[in-house]
């Protein structure tokens, strides 16, 4: 278990009486993030002014609610002057002791947090440097009236020292502050011990991917210098960290791959060397997809298959004059963490959907400013890249194959498959990924509305919590409540035992407020929430879970938030009551029936065992065993699109598309938990009819589709189409399971030879394992070959209107494909998939379907 001690030094002095409350607020909020246990965080508080007073020390407590309780008594100390020298000396010599309770000897990280609002009167520059020389970690917050100076040479670096200007907007810089931290809790070990088993090491694969078209020209030199400065932060060598760089304009040129250098020395030789590459236009989407396939691979020195973190950075001055979604997407299937830096001539939207999380996208005015988001970049990086331990087993490079060939045959996303490869090779190791774990989020709605019921919601989260086994490395539980604002009660990682999560929630008051902004809470808890530094384990592969409380509509949209959640993979329960709207619940929801409904909040003991059960089914835990098939595992389960052309060459033949459609539909058990579908048309440009998540009946999609009217226009740009699809349509937010391992289904009927390049757009779908049948006309059959899986995938008339002479060898080879599909292992939702022939539902008896037509 990760272990700091960490020491909060106050200026408690005449010139912050009026501050001090803030003060003392930010430490009670900073004590709730960590894990307060004897054998895990341990916390000390002294205030000084003249004189400095230890209020407690580092072993007084060992439960984080005694350590609150009395954080909330402390009383502003007062006096004059402020001695901030004598102050660190007394830390250094009375509470970084061993009887004092610090377990520097045991190699845990010391920290110490001053908050200074003055200058000081006596000298720090001595016993700054003693308690740097006993290997504590100093962090340092100033006011307005504060040395920005003096913090800085008090704090182990000047990036340490964080500055408000007033002690009242300390939240401002929180987040900062426990980025910090937790870098130092990722890279602390144990200074007694002088050897580190290799498997132990940190390690990383880093490239960074420099924008050198011509408007860089004048910024590359900072650019140079900020890769020069991150380098000088790595674990250069062979088994540790490994760089490369690339740089690109129209197109991308590789400086030297990750197994070039083996030493940090060779590595900033070659970047002091780099020229500035030049060229238009600005091409990131390909620059993207050329570190996919040129860098990040084994032939070029990347250990993915190891499990080593693949990390990429990238500093761009300009908006990509081609797509980047694409390629974005293909880099965080890999599992590869992109960190985008821009300046004021890039488009941050576009950094963001670069970035793996919005989150790791930063910006500058200029890149001379470069060094202003060093240590947030560096401290992201390294709180991202866990070291992985491997046992005493020999890992051999055919062992590895051996297992990602596996991984090929389960149809593993390679996301995921990281996870077995690690669990196959490490299995003691990895006990905790075989274990039920989840982080669960509770979304309660404390507006005016719900004043009456919030006793019932409370009882609620209490009964489902006694469910769960609340530990740090089983089930974590965040409780937020909102009405206009979001408020979080605690994180994921506030309460390490199931007492202390139930005691804080018996504790609950009601918020009040008006009007209910669901969605903007929704967009808080995404960004707030479930992320690392507030105890979210997403990127190690735990269920994120969201259970929403909501006795309202939403006065704001619900819509770009729920989107986003669902992108991440949090699975999102919604339970209403009669003021809910169900429609936005359902909306909100993961899958539509997610959500749930009660007359009135009195009655949630009614759905409790409902929740609990979708809940347990949607959080399994990733294992490579083979799991036992329970029915609903071996219920067949398809999601199908539709892609229909819709140019001006097929007006006259489209009835004859639309009736083949409604053919195949009848066919398919459409349910929201089996077979879903989609429909979209296109010509120049591709429209949805609607989504798979759009109907759960077939009936409504027999309504729509045969009120679908024929699109027109020119030219036909398949290409664009299947591009438009697999980045629109094929996603959780639009209702596809891929994730759950769900056979992903694209019919394509074309009509007409295509006027852009297909190629690209169809192995970007081959690749994400979609399964793609083609009918084409005497104009596109060859075209709709290259197009398909196989070439047996697609079949080939005169005309649309002899569709019906191929439906029964259309289904026919749609069966034998699902029919070989094997067992797919669980990701994240997971929900352990067994894809059979489509002879074990209605599509074994076309024929009679066929002369109903």
């Known amino acids: 278990m990760a272990r700091r001690d960490v020491v909060f030094l106050l200026d408690g002095s005449d010139g912050t009486r009026s501050s001090f409350p803030a003060m003392r607020d930010f430490v009670e909020r900073m004590v709730e993030r960590l894990n307060v246990s004897e054998k895990g965080d341990h916390v000390s508080v002294v205030q000084y002014s003249r004189d400095p007073e230890a209020h407690f020390y580092l072993n007084t407590y060992s439960r984080k609610e005694d350590v609150l309780d009395t954080l909330r008594g402390l009383m502003h100390k007062g006096g004059r002057p402020l001695n901030t020298g004598a102050a660190l000396q007394y830390v250094r010599d009375n509470v970084f002791t061993a009887s004092s309770g610090s377990r520097l000897v045991e190699g845990v990280p010391q920290l110490l947090i001053l908050l200074s609002g003055g200058k000081s009167f006596d000298n720090v ?7 740097k020389e006993l290997g504590v970690l100093i962090f340092a917050i100033g006011s307005r009236s504060s040395d920005s100076r003096e913090l800085q040479k008090i704090s182990n670096e000047p990036s340490y020292a964080l500055s408000v200007s007033d002690f009242a907007d300390l939240p401002s810089v929180q987040q900062q502050l426990f980025t ?85 020395e060779k590595i900033l030789d070659s970047v002091r060397g780099l020229r500035h590459k030049g060229g238009r236009p600005l091409y990131t989407g390909a620059a993207l997809q050329y570190v996919i396939d040129n860098v990040f691979t084994a032939s070029s020195g990347s250990r993915r298959v190891e499990g080593v973190p693949q990390i990429l950075v990238l500093l761009s001055g300009g908006r990509s004059f081609d797509s980047v979604e694409a390629a974005a997407s293909s880099l965080k299937e890999l599992g590869i963490l992109t960190f985008g830096i821009g300046s004021r001539g890039s488009d941050s939207r576009e950094l963001q959907r670069i970035s793996y999380d919005p989150n790791y996208a930063l910006s500058v005015s200029d890149f001379s400013e470069l060094p202003n988001v060093q240590e947030q970049l560096l401290a992201s990086v390294k709180a991202v890249s866990i070291p992985i331990t491997p046992t005493s087993q020999t890992v051999t490079a055919q062992r590895v194959n051996e297992v990602m060939n596996r991984c090929v045959i389960l149809k593993v996303y390679e996301r995921y498959a990281h996870y077995l490869v690690l669990m196959m090779l490490f299995p003691p190791l990895l006990a905790d990924y075989v274990t039920p774990r989840k982080d669960i989020v509770f979304l309660l709605d404390g507006s005016d509305g719900t004043r009456n019921s919030f006793p019932a919601m409370r009882d609620f989260v209490q009964r489902v919590v006694e469910q769960y086994t609340i530990e740090a490395n089983r089930d974590r539980v965040s409780v937020v409540q909102y009405s206009r604002e979001a408020e979080v009660h605690f994180y994921l990682n506030s309460h390490t035992t199931k007492e202390e999560v139930l005691d804080r929630v018996r504790g609950l008051r009601h918020k009040g407020g ?52 669902k992108e991440l993979g949090v699975l999102t329960f919604g339970i209403g009551s009669r003021g809910s709207d169900s429609r936005e619940l359902q909306r909100i929801s993961y899958d539509p029936s997610y959500a749930l409904s009660v007359t009135d909040f009195s009655e949630l003991p009614n759905v409790q065992e409902q929740l609990l059960a979708s809940v347990q089914a949607v959080a399994m835990p990733i294992t490579p065993a083979s799991p036992t098939l329970t029915a609903d ?23 004859a598309m639309r009736n083949f459609v ?25 429209e949805v009819n609607f989504y798979l998540n759009t109907y759960a009946t077939k009936g409504e999609i027999l309504n729509t589709v045969r009120g679908l009217r024929h699109r027109g226009g020119r030219p036909l740009n398949t290409g664009a189409a299947l591009q438009y699809v697999r980045d629109s ?48 006309t005497r104009n596109s059959s060859r075209e709709v070959q290259r197009i398909a899986n196989d070439p047996t995938y697609a079949q080939s008339i005169n005309e649309f209107s002899d569709l019906p002479s191929v439906q029964q060898q259309f289904i026919s080879s749609l069966n034998n494909a699902l029919g070989q599909v094997k067992p797919m292992t669980p990701t994240v939702a997971g929900k352990t998939d067994y894809h059979t022939s489509l002879e074990n539902s209605t599509l074994s008896s076309p024929c009679k379907a066929c002369r109903r037509h």
């Open 125 to 131: 520059d001595t016993p700054a440097s003693s308690l």
């Open 180 to 264: 910090n931290i937790n870098t130092v809790f990722v890279e602390g070990t144990s200074s007694t011990t002088t050897t580190i088993a290799e498997g132990r090491r940190q390690r990383r694969d880093v490239v960074f991917l420099l924008d050198g078209s011509d408007a860089t020209r004048n910024g590359f030199p900072a650019m140079k210098e900020f890769v020069q400065r991150m380098v000088e932060k790595l674990e250069v060598s062979e088994n540790r960290d490994q760089v490369s760089v690339v740089q690109y304009s129209r197109d991308p040129e590789a400086h030297f791959y990750l197994n070039t250098f083996k030493t940090k």
């Open 514 to 565: 008006r009007p209910l902004y669901t969605g903007a809470a929704l967009q808080y808890i995404r960004y707030n929430v479930f992320t690392a530094s507030s105890g979210s384990r997403r990127l190690e592969g735990v269920p994120q879970i969201l259970i929403l409380l909501s006795g309202g509509r939403s006065f704001d949209s619900v819509d770009a938030a729920a989107s986003s959640l």
């Open 633 to 655: 595992d071996a219920i067949p389960r398809k999601d199908v699109v539709f892609l229909l052309d819709g140019s001006d060459g097929t007006r006259n033949t489209f009835p």
């Open 662 to 686: 409604q053919r195949v539909v009848e066919l398919f058990n459409i349910e929201a938990n089996r077979d879903r579908v989609s429909v979209v048309q296109y010509s120049r440009d591709a």
């Open 729 to 776: 349509v094929f996603t959780a937010s639009a209702g596809s399971r891929k994730q759950e391992g769900v056979p992903q289904i694209l019919i394509l009927l074309s009509g007409g030879r295509s006027g852009d390049n297909i190629d690209t757009p169809a192995s970007t779908l081959k690749e994400s394992g979609i399964l793609i049948f083609g009918i084409g």
